[in-house]
Nanobody, 124 residues
């Protein structure tokens, strides 16, 4: 079992930056992939980015590519999502999720473990 806890959400003005964190506990997850998803009110939960904890391979949803950066600190069992040039449409609850497959993908249903989410609000 892996437990995931997100933190770092908050309120930021448009154009600003925020970094959210996903701390894992329970077992080492160096062979996992960790994804970030987000869900805005009334919308489906959507993929944002994912990273392979073993070697740092990453990919991004087109709408955040170039603005968001996903990274990991294996010593801290933590994955980060650095978000720059934030816009009001980035407002959502951000969730991290872990998958044991070590294969990068965006398929929400294939992730095994989920955190409780952290709210990110971008004001215009």
């Amino acid at each position: 079992q892996v437990q995931l806890v997100e933190s770092g959400g908050g309120l930021v003005q448009a154009g600003g930056s925020l970094r959210v964190s996903c701390a894992a506990s329970g077992r080492t997850f160096d062979r996992y992939i960790v994804g970030w998803f987000r869900q805005a009110p009334g919308k489906e939960r959507e993929f944002v980015a994912a990273i392979a904890v073993s070697d740092g391979r990453a990919f991004y949803e087109d709408s955040v590519s170039g603005r968001f950066t996903i990274s990991r600190d294996n010593a801290k069992n933590t994955v980060y999502l650095q978000m720059n040039s934030l816009a009001p449409e980035d407002t959502a609850v951000y969730y991290c999720a872990a998958d044991r497959s070590n294969v990068l993908h965006r398929f929400r249903g294939a992730y095994d473990y989920w955190g409780q989410g952290t709210q990110v609000t971008v004001s215009s």
